[in-house]
């Protein structure tokens, strides 16, 4: 039963994807594409309004063309309608809004491999939002190009009922308890770390490290309360770090220790823990299967995520406290990620007929 719901399911969605293509954009002829932006989330609307991870990207790289994304995330509060792909005037660049969480990441990327109007088998994609970042590492408004993104598949018992010398009460699947060396391999550990291409990661990286991510006083004021953590004190700058992908919201001293333990752990201590988002296992699973179809490369991937808070909270303050706090860098990351992913999209694409047969530092 479970196969032939699965079916019908693939059948509509392959139904409403072809009814919605134009007669310049039949699957016979699909869309060479040559960029995807992807945001998990906007606040209102696409252009003209308070910006979410998306607007800029519609404004400044005139995404003016509106396409139907029936296998996209629906509108909240209205019921049926999906949020549109933006394209630009030669249909070259897709961006997309996938919707929160590893579910609708997941969900929205599968839709956008599979749908026949688009080729995007020589497409870069740039995964590109903010994120919680850990102040031992960056300061907010920075920007992290991920060279890992570690999923959390974990075994978990409330730590009230955990054995007292336990950090935290959430342990890796495989083990008997919260030990980094006590894991075994198995199936659910391997799911849990997607690696991106390092010469792509580290030429992104080189195109970037010296940009001027500007600042804002309200926020270098509150970054200054970091008095443990020199990395938090200091301007928005550029790095390469893991990013860490989670289901639900946690924050706190305890959680971002765990986070840090987990990170080791999967990159067997190459990676170092430095966001943590909702979506970005979604997303890298998705490609991976997509790639395993020859829709998408792997390899073209890019992940950049920027600091909007801090992942801890103050000296002094209580997590609870911090966990409902406004994001006083949210603009500023804004900025940063929208700074960052433009550079390298332009370099990419200024010189096409290289970048599409050569991935750039291999």
Known sequence: MRTHTLRVFALALATALLSSASPAQSPDKPWPIRAVIVTTFEVGND?????????????????????PFPGGPTIPGIPGETHSIRTNA??????????TTLVNATASMMALGLDPRFDLTHAYILINGIAGVDPKIASLGSAAWADYVVNDVAREIDPREAPKDWPYGIYPSGATRPDPDAVTETTWTRSNLYTLNPTLTAWAYAQTKDLNLGDDPKVAAFRTGFTNDPAAQRPPFVLIGATFSSDYYWHGTIMTQYARDWVRLYTQGKGTFTTTEMEDAGFMNA??????????DPNRV???????????ER???AAAESITAPYIGGRLALESAYLCGSTVLHKLLADWPTTYSHIPGN
Not at 91 to 96: A, F
Not at 287 to 296: A, C, F, K, S, T
Not at 302 to 312: A, D, K, P
């Open 315 to 317: 000296p002094g303050h």
């Open 287 to 296: 490609i991976e299967r997509l790639g395993n179809m020859h829709r998408v």
């Open 47 to 67: 252009t003209g309004d308070i910006p979410g991870e998306f607007q800029f990207w519609v404004e400044r790289e005139h995404l003016t063309e509106i396409l």
């Open 90 to 99: 030669d249909h070259t660049i897709l961006g997309i809004v996938s919707g």
């Open 302 to 312: 890019l992940v950049l995520r920027t600091g909007s808070n801090f992942s801890e």
